[in-house]
């Protein structure tokens, strides 16, 4: 895969993993979304249907955000069919 990615890439990769791939959520991410109360549908809900944003190379890797009005997920694609679930918040108002 030939990263960053475009971020109309990022969001159609992410869908599709989301539907048909593998989606693995880091310890970190597992925490956080505990902290915010979030669940995996609602992360998962966010690769289906949010906003994408272009990559930022960030330890080692490129790191997509991802987003709705409520909710922000991190994501790294492993290849074309998995994608680890980085982070999540839920967003304050």
């Known amino acids: 895969m030939d990263e960053p990615l475009h971020a109309s890439e990022v969001k159609r990769l992410a869908k599709a993993i989301v539907v048909?791939?593998?989606?693995?959520?880091?310890?970190?991410?597992?925490?956080?979304?505990?902290?915010?109360?979030?669940?995996k549908a609602n992360v998962?809900?966010?690769?289906?249907?949010g906003s994408a944003?272009?990559?930022?190379?960030?330890?080692?890797?490129?790191r997509y955000q991802m987003w709705t009005p409520s909710v922000v997920v991190v994501i790294v694609f492993r290849s074309t069919t998995a994608l680890v679930i980085v982070t999540a918040w839920r967003k304050r108002r």
Do not use: Q
């Open 20 to 39: 048909a791939g593998t989606v693995i959520y880091s310890g970190h991410a597992l925490r956080e979304m505990a902290k915010d109360k979030l669940t």
């Open 44 to 49: 998962e809900s966010v690769l289906r249907s």
């Open 53 to 62: 944003g272009e990559g930022e190379w960030e330890n080692g890797s490129w």
